[in-house]
């Protein structure tokens, strides 16, 4: 496969105000709530690459509005029992009412920031390992010196990993007691064997040792289309910003 030619680099920064707002509101509670605008800004100025010429903070919808959990009614759903911080609220306002703020309905900060690092218009800045999915630059601040760039194939073959292994964290369960190891020796032997990815994995969601406990009801090519569309971060061919109207992804294979 030809590899696609690396883009300019760009001089806007989308940060993941999900993971800034929480790291802020944990610290508040066991340091000095008082000095929250000094934690933000300190967080912010450590995130920032430098030569951006703007920051732009991303925030995500409500959970109960996320399109995950319309089409996948897991999707997250331990999390609302989990500990939330008592400044949670007070760091959003603060970032909301003295940054550049960022958000959508429907969709996560993950998918702001998947959305303008595949169209080149910003550089997504993250420590989620997740934003791998999406070709573009990046950035993790507590592992990169300077942005780097994910190519298109190196995107598509970390999101079909994922695909395949699901993602426990966010209660999607992917393919039945298959791992990373696992699902990279798919990837491998299917790629060297000149198979599609797509199709194989497909074929995998209808074999019955494989499939997940809880199913939420779906048959298994369907289910194998919504988890892929859960773990699949957006992009702009999936998210229109002037209507703000949302395309999700599908395989296109056999369906």
Excluded at 174 to 186: E, H, Q, T, Y
Excluded at 227 to 254: A, D, Y
């Amino acid at each position: 496969m030809k590899k696609t030619k690396r883009p300019k680099k760009p001089t806007k920064a989308y940060l993941d105000g999900d993971i800034l707002i929480y790291k802020a509101a944990f610290w508040a509670d066991s340091e000095d709530p008082d000095r929250i605008p000094e934690k933000v800004a300190k967080d912010i100025e450590k995130w920032t690459p430098d030569g951006i010429s703007d920051t732009i903070i991303t925030l995500s919808c409500n959970r109960n509005d996320n399109f995950r959990r319309k089409i996948w009614p897991n999707y997250k759903l331990f999390r609302d029992d989990l500990y939330r911080p008592e400044y949670l609220d007070t760091v959003k306002d603060h970032l909301l009412d003295n940054y550049k703020c960022k958000q959508f309905d429907s969709i996560e900060a993950d998918d702001i920031m998947g959305i303008y690092a595949s169209s080149n218009r910003g550089i997504a800045v993250t420590i989620d390992k997740d934003l791998k999915g999406v070709r573009g630059w990046h950035f993790n601040p507590d592992k990169d010196k300077e942005p780097r760039y994910i190519s298109k194939e190196e995107a598509e073959r970390f999101f079909c990993q994922q695909w395949l292994t699901g993602d426990s964290t966010d209660g999607i369960p992917g393919l039945w007691r298959v791992g990373p190891k696992k699902a990279d020796k798919f990837l491998g032997d299917w790629e060297e064997e000149g198979l599609d990815w797509y199709d194989n994995i497909m074929s995998l969601y209808e074999v019955e040792k494989y499939q997940p406990k809880d199913t939420c009801g779906l048959e298994s090519r369907e289910l194998a289309v919504v988890m892929g569309q859960c773990v699949r971060i957006l992009s702009h061919e999936n998210f229109n910003l002037k209507t703000k109207k949302l395309s999700l992804w599908s395989p296109k294979v056999g369906l």
